[in-house]
Structures are given as C-alpha cells and as structure tokens.
C-alpha cells in the first residue's frame, strides 16, 4: 500500500522507508504546507493537519506532530518545540533546568493517518532525562540534551540506525499493525 508521508524533513522520511521497509507499506513523500493548530495536544494537532492533507489531495496520507516534556517545567515547551528550536538553543533549556534535581522528560509522538474520511491516531511516548550539557551533532535542538531511558548518550550522539533501533518507534509500529490488520 502506498502512504504519502506530508513532510519536508527527508531525515523523517528515511527513517519512515527504514522502519516499513519489511512491510507491505510503500512511504512517498509528499512536500504540503497544512494548517498546525495552536493546542497542547499533539494528538489533535496532528489529526487536524493530516485530515485537512487527506481531503485536499485524495491519497492516504501520514502527518506527524511531536511533542517534547520537561516534568519540572510543568510539561514546557510540549507541542511547542518546533517554535522554541527556532527561539531558544538547547543552552537556554540548561539554564532554566540549572539547580533543579528532577530532570525527566518525555517526547510524545503522534502519527496520524488519514484515508478517505478514516483517521486514526497512533501516538506512544519516549521517556528519558536531560543530560548537563550539550552533546552531539547528529541531530537538532532537544537531541542534543535529550538522553533516552536506559542510555548514556543524547539522541544526537546516536547513529541514525542506532536512533532508529533505540529510539521510540511504538507508534509506527500501531500504525504498521493497523495497515496490515485492515488491508
């Protein structure tokens, strides 16, 4: 089954192909501006755009809406990142995290689908820590203060196989379940 995957980011991408690669799935790419709403719900924010990419071009369609958690900054910035990346470097986080012993965090990730008026959101989480400096290179803003549960390096050290392997993936694998339950 072809899905197109709205999204400019070709790293996504990738990682998509990589993921579905042993499955039925076949992950095309499709560039589209959509409308992002502003909510603290990555869930709703990614059902709104994937619903409104669906109707406009008639495919079966992918959107993905992230969201990142600093526990002791009650849940800050949450689906707000992709603006703070553009405001604040990962420094800035440090700085509002300095002397605070609770540095738990957690990235949600929400994958919509969306096919001739079925949508469908699949969404897990990915639980860690901030670590006390920047590290990495190989990724962008939080990765390279994010440390995944039961590691020792940032996202951004990690390979992009050892991202893809370590990293969270629960929800593409609802949503490969999903595909391959319904065809």
Not at 52 to 77: Q, R, Y
Request: overall charge positive.
């Amino acid at each position: 089954m072809k899905i197109y995957y709205i999204t400019g980011n070709k790293r996504k991408i990738e990682r998509a192909r990589k993921i579905c690669q042993n499955t039925s799935i076949e992950i095309e790419q499709i560039q589209m501006e959509t409308p992002e709403i502003q909510g603290i719900d990555s869930k709703e924010i990614a059902q709104y755009s994937v619903k409104f990419a669906g109707e406009k071009l008639d495919k079966p369609v992918i959107k993905l809406d992230v969201s990142f958690h600093i526990n002791a900054l009650n849940g800050f910035p949450g689906p707000f990142i992709k603006y703070i990346n553009q405001w604040l470097e990962p420094e800035y986080i440090l700085k509002m995290l300095e002397g605070v012993k609770d540095r738990s965090c957690y990235w949600t990730d929400s994958l919509a689908f969306y096919n001739k008026g079925q949508l469908k959101v699949f969404s897990a989480n990915e639980e860690g820590v901030i670590a006390g400096k920047v590290r990495g290179e190989n990724g962008w803003g939080m990765d390279k203060i994010f440390i995944p549960k039961g590691q020792t390096r940032t996202k951004a050290e990690l390979s992009n196989e050892e991202r893809i392997k370590i990293c969270n993936n629960g929800h593409w694998e609802q949503f490969i379940k999903f595909i391959k339950d319904n065809r």
